[in-house]
C-alpha cells in the first residue's frame, strides 16, 4: 500500500515514518554509495579538477567512510555498489541515476571519461531487482542535474545535462520537470549551488544561475535561504538534507550557523580530497527513492 506522508511525501513501508509536530519529511533515507577504491584526478572535466595536483587516495577513502559512517548511524539505509577500476569519478554515485517511486531513469554522461559509469550503474539496478529502468537518449548526469521536490522535479542545463534529457525524464516518471539554466562554470551541476530542506525550502546560491532561473527560483521557493559565494566556493550547497539533519562540508561555517538558528542539527564532514575532483556530501550520495512494496 502507498502512503502520503507529512507535507505529501511518499513514503513507502520501508521508510520509517516518523510523526513529526513540525511538518518535515520522513527521516529515513535509502542511499546508493560508490567506495573511492580508484578515486583520482586523471583528466579535468570542470574548474576544480588539476590533474597534476595529486590526490591522497588513503585519506579520500577515510572521508568517505566517514560520510557513509554518519548516514548509518543517523538511521539511514546505505547500498554500495562495487567500484570499477579505470572510472576515478565513479564515487560520485549521485550522477549514476535518478530514481523515483522506484523507476530508474539511467545516466548519459556529457564526458567520454566517464561514459562507462551509465551502463554501470544500470546494471546494478537491475541485479538489484528494480524492473523499470530506462536507457536515456539524451546526456544526462543523474541527480547531480535533477532533484526531486515533492511533485516536482527540479533540474539543470548549461554544463552537463541537456534540457532534452529534462523531457525525457518528465515522460519516463510522470512528474513536471522545471528547466534551471546553471551559468558559472564552478557550479557545473544542480546539486553544486543548490539544496532541499523541506519540499518547499530549498538553499540556493543565486550567482550560479541565470536571471531568469533565479526568478524562477524566487516565486517557487519565496522561503528559500539564499546561500553566499563563500559557502559555494567550499561547495557548501553540496549538502544532504533528511528533513532534520544537514550533512554539510565543515568549510561551510556561514551556513551552518544559519541553519543551526533554523532548528536544523548540523553534521560538518570534511571531504576536501573529494573536492579535488569537484564533488562533496551529495555527489557521493544517490537517493533511492525506492517504489513501495
Ligand atoms: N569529477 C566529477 C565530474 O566532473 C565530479 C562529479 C560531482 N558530482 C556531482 N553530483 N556534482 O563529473
Same mark, same amino acid.
Given at each position: 500500500?502507498?502512503?502520503?506522508?507529512l507535507?505529501?511525501?511518499p513514503?513507502?513501508?520501508?521508510?520509517?515514518f516518523?510523526a513529526?509536530p513540525d511538518?518535515?519529511?520522513?527521516l529515513t533515507?535509502?542511499? !546508493?554509495m560508490?567506495?573511492?577504491?580508484?578515486f583520482?584526478?586523471?583528466y579535468?572535466?570542470?574548474?576544480?579538477?588539476?590533474?597534476?595536483a595529486g590526490v591522497?587516495?588513503?585519506?579520500?577513502?577515510d572521508?568517505w567512510e566517514?560520510?557513509?559512517?554518519l548516514y548509518?548511524r543517523?538511521?539511514h539505509?546505505v547500498s554500495?555498489?562495487?567500484?570499477i577500476?579505470?572510472?576515478? /569519478?565513479?564515487v560520485?554515485?549521485?550522477?549514476?541515476? #535518478?530514481v523515483?517511486?522506484g523507476r530508474?531513469y539511467?545516466?548519459?554522461?556529457?564526458?567520454a571519461?566517464r561514459?562507462?559509469?551509465?551502463?554501470a550503474? !544500470?546494471?546494478?539496478?537491475?541485479e538489484?531487482?528494480?524492473?523499470?529502468?530506462?536507457?536515456p537518449?539524451h546526456?544526462?548526469?543523474g541527480e547531480?542535474?535533477?532533484?526531486?521536490l515533492?511533485e516536482?522535479?527540479?533540474?539543470?542545463?548549461?554544463?552537463?545535462t541537456?534540457?532534452?534529457a529534462?523531457?525525457?525524464?518528465e515522460?519516463?516518471l510522470g512528474?513536471p520537470?522545471i528547466?534551471?539554466? #546553471?551559468?558559472?562554470?564552478?557550479?557545473?551541476h544542480?546539486?553544486?549551488a543548490?539544496f532541499?530542506l523541506?519540499?518547499d525550502?530549498v538553499?540556493?546560491?543565486p550567482?550560479?544561475?541565470s536571471?531568469?532561473s533565479?526568478?524562477?527560483l524566487?516565486?517557487l521557493?519565496p522561503?528559500?535561504?539564499?546561500a553566499t559565494?563563500?559557502d559555494?566556493a567550499?561547495?557548501?550547497l553540496n549538502?544532504?538534507?533528511?528533513?532534520?539533519n544537514v550533512?554539510?562540508a565543515?568549510?561551510?561555517?556561514g551556513?551552518? /550557523?544559519? !541553519?543551526?538558528a533554523?532548528?536544523?542539527?548540523?553534521h560538518p564532514? &570534511?571531504l576536501?580530497e573529494l573536492r579535488?575532483?569537484?564533488g562533496g556530501?551529495k555527489c557521493?550520495? #544517490? &537517493? #533511492?527513492r525506492?517504489a513501495?512494496?
Open positions: 500500500m502507498y502512503h502520503r506522508g507535507n505529501g511525501v513514503c513507502g513501508p520501508r521508510e520509517v516518523v513529526r511538518g518535515l519529511a520522513p533515507r535509502h542511499y !546508493l560508490c567506495r573511492p577504491t580508484y583520482a584526478v586523471e579535468a572535466i570542470n574548474p576544480w579538477m588539476d590533474p597534476a591522497d587516495r588513503a585519506r579520500a577513502l572521508q566517514a560520510l557513509r559512517d548509518l543517523l538511521g539505509r554500495e555498489i562495487t567500484p577500476e579505470g572510472l576515478p /569519478d565513479m560520485f554515485a549521485a550522477n549514476g541515476a #535518478l523515483v517511486d530508474v539511467g545516466a548519459r554522461f556529457a564526458s571519461e561514459t562507462p559509469e551509465g551502463p550503474y !544500470l546494471e546494478w539496478f537491475r538489484a531487482g528494480y524492473t523499470e529502468t530506462r536507457e537518449k546526456v544526462n548526469e547531480g542535474d535533477f532533484l526531486t515533492g516536482v522535479i527540479l533540474a539543470a542545463t548549461g554544463f552537463r541537456e534540457a532534452a529534462h523531457q525525457e525524464a515522460r519516463f512528474r520537470v528547466t534551471l539554466q #546553471l551559468t558559472d562554470p564552478r557550479f557545473y544542480l546539486d553544486t543548490l532541499a523541506s519540499e525550502r538553499v540556493y546560491y550567482g550560479a544561475f536571471a531568469g533565479q526568478r524562477v524566487r516565486s521557493y522561503d528559500a535561504l539564499l559565494e563563500e559555494a567550499v561547495l557548501g549538502a544532504v538534507c533528511d528533513g532534520r550533512v554539510l565543515a568549510e561551510a561555517t551556513l551552518a /550557523d544559519r !541553519l543551526r533554523l532548528g536544523y542539527t548540523v564532514v &570534511e576536501d579535488k575532483a569537484g556530501a557521493c550520495t #544517490l &537517493e #533511492l525506492d513501495p512494496l
